[in-house]
């Protein structure tokens, strides 16, 4: 079945530093991707999203590109905020199992230091 | 509101009893999709809805679980006899389709269920 696996948290950084966050995936068709983003007290935010290989998804400074030869979309940023602390899920969907339900991966959570 | 509502947003309640969630999704989108957040589980589908139908149960943990659409609108997600592994968030979802991959979901805020 599909999966998604992302890299073990939590996760501090100093502001301004730059940001990496591993994601990688199993799927059995061909799955668009997604990021995430739950900031504190908050719900569930769509980041960023790329639908084919090689497609870059952005926003808020934020990158993921979609890597289909390793399988990958890992999240960057060259220079987090203190308001990026948030809860950040990498997810998948694939129509390829009859409907569009999404798979996440656990979650890693980023605090930033001013 | 233009986004999901979801109600009540706090459930406390002792074990054994029945509770219900809502979900309002957002006006016009035709799939709507239950997940429940658990600090050992992390987020797992539950139940899709296409319309009022439901072609994927496959995540409902088991029978006591069950929900329903109607109007091709407001959802009630039911758990009947609750058990303490039944805490957990429960968050519904909307999209304009559920056939088409590339269509974000827009999330509720969630039902944080604890069960006492």
């Known amino acids: 079945g599909d999966s998604v696996t992302q890299m073990e948290g939590p996760v501090t950084l100093s502001e301004e530093a730059f940001l990496t966050i591993n994601c990688t995936y199993t799927?059995?068709?061909?799955?668009?991707l997604f990021w995430y983003v739950q900031y504190p007290g908050e719900g569930l935010q769509l980041l960023l999203k790329?639908?084919?290989?090689?497609d870059k998804g952005s926003n808020k400074g934020f990158e993921a590109t979609y890597r289909k030869e390793t399988t990958s979309f890992h999240l960057e940023k060259g220079s987090v905020q203190v308001s990026d602390s948030a809860v950040y899920f990498c997810?998948?969907?694939?129509?390829?199992?009859?409907?569009?339900?999404?798979?996440f991966g656990k979650g890693i959570t980023l605090s930033v230091r001013p | 509101g233009a986004g999901v509502s979801q109600s009540p947003s706090n459930k406390v309640t002792e074990k054994g009893k029945d509770v219900e969630l809502r979900c309002d999704p957002i006006?016009?989108?035709?799939?709507l999709y239950w997940y429940r957040q658990s600090l050992g589980q992390g987020l797992e589908f539950l139940i899709y809805?296409?319309?009022?139908?439901?072609?994927?149960k496959s995540g409902l943990p088991s029978d006591r679980f069950s929900a329903e659409r109607t109007g091709g609108s407001v959802s009630t997600l039911t758990i009947q006899r609750t058990q303490q592994e039944d805490s957990a968030v429960y968050l519904c979802?909307?999209?304009?389709?559920?056939?088409?991959?590339?269509?974000?979901?827009?999330f509720g805020d969630g039902t944080r269920l604890s069960i006492l």
């Open positions: 979802a909307s999209s304009l389709t559920g056939t088409v991959s590339n269509q974000p979901q827009h």
């Open positions: 799927a059995t068709g061909y799955p668009s």
């Open positions: 790329a639908t084919k290989a090689d």
């Open positions: 997810a998948l969907s694939d129509v390829a199992g009859a409907n569009s339900k999404l798979t």
């Open positions: 006006s016009g989108h035709t799939a």
């Open positions: 809805f296409q319309g009022n139908s439901a072609p994927d």
